[in-house]
């Protein structure tokens, strides 16, 4: 991110919304409690087998063991269903 005499731009503002909604999204689908804690990160793949951009998605619940879930598309382009899909593909 970056910060300059404005603050932050649109691009960044809408990524923040972008990954609060999937959190949100997260928090409902695996029925989360309120101290578990959600990252959202867009990462560029560097791997030749990889779509390019793909999101992922850290779920941190005291006591347990991270789960890791990965979505191959950009978060921009992430919809509900592709969400639920990875999630329940996961589990």
């Known amino acids: 991110m970056r910060f300059g005499l404005f603050g932050r731009d649109k691009r ?4 923040a919304d972008a990954a609060a909604q999937v959190k949100r999204q997260v928090r409902e689908l695996l029925d989360l409690p ?3 804690v959600i990252a959202v990160n867009e990462i560029l793949c ?3 087998a990889c779509p390019g951009t793909e999101t992922v998605i850290l779920v941190m619940k ?3 063991k991270t789960r890791a879930f990965k979505v191959q598309m950009a978060l921009a382009e992430l919809t509900p ?3 639920a899909q990875a999630l329940a593909a996961a589990q």
Do not use: I, K
Request: proline share 12%.
């Open 12 to 15: 960044d503002a809408a990524a």
């Open 34 to 36: 309120d101290n578990a």
């Open 46 to 48: 560097a791997d030749p």
């Open 62 to 64: 005291p006591g347990e």
């Open 81 to 83: 269903e592709a969400l």
